[in-house]
């Protein structure tokens, strides 16, 4: 296991790619984040009216409810858990995208662990 320079977290992994989750859920674990996966913005939705997380990971594209809207709802429900996204597109747009739907964080695929540890970390002091 990779040290990180903050306190494990507790992690919602949103992906609805089986393939992403195996890889993005190993490199959470490798930094020792305890991480549960769904595979839409629904079930995301349904398991954060159960279960509080430390902060939500979720991908900007999924075919039932994209990431942005998602990320909304939670917002509308008034659950203030950090989100980060993740995505492919690293420009300003999505970016400012992301800001205004609510996120906290950026991470752009392939995730790199360092990336990760930085983006995380952030997220935890903050």
């Given at each position: 296991?990779?040290q990180?320079?903050?306190p494990?977290m507790?992690?919602?992994l ?17 930094l ?6 769904v595979s ?5 939705l349904?398991v954060?009216?159960r279960?509080?997380?430390d902060?939500?990971?979720m991908?900007?594209?999924?075919p039932?409810?994209?990431g ?6 939670i917002?509308?429900?008034?659950n203030q858990t950090?989100i980060?996204?993740l ?8 970016r ?5 739907a609510g996120?906290n ?7 790199q662990?360092?990336q ?6 952030g997220i935890?002091?903050?």
């Amino acid at each position: 296991m990779v040290q990180t320079p903050f306190p494990a977290m507790k992690l919602l992994l949103v992906d609805d790619n089986a393939m992403m989750q195996k890889i993005q859920s190993t490199i959470l674990q490798k930094l020792g984040h305890q991480t549960s996966v769904v595979s839409s913005g629904q079930q995301a939705l349904e398991v954060l009216s159960r279960q509080t997380f430390d902060c939500i990971v979720m991908d900007m594209q999924m075919p039932d409810m994209d990431g942005l809207e998602t990320t909304r709802r939670i917002r509308q429900s008034g659950n203030q858990t950090p989100i980060v996204a993740l995505t492919g597109n690293d420009d300003g747009a999505s970016r400012q995208a992301c800001r205004q739907a609510g996120m906290n964080g950026f991470l752009t695929k392939p995730l790199q662990t360092s990336q990760v540890s930085q983006v995380l970390g952030g997220i935890k002091r903050g």
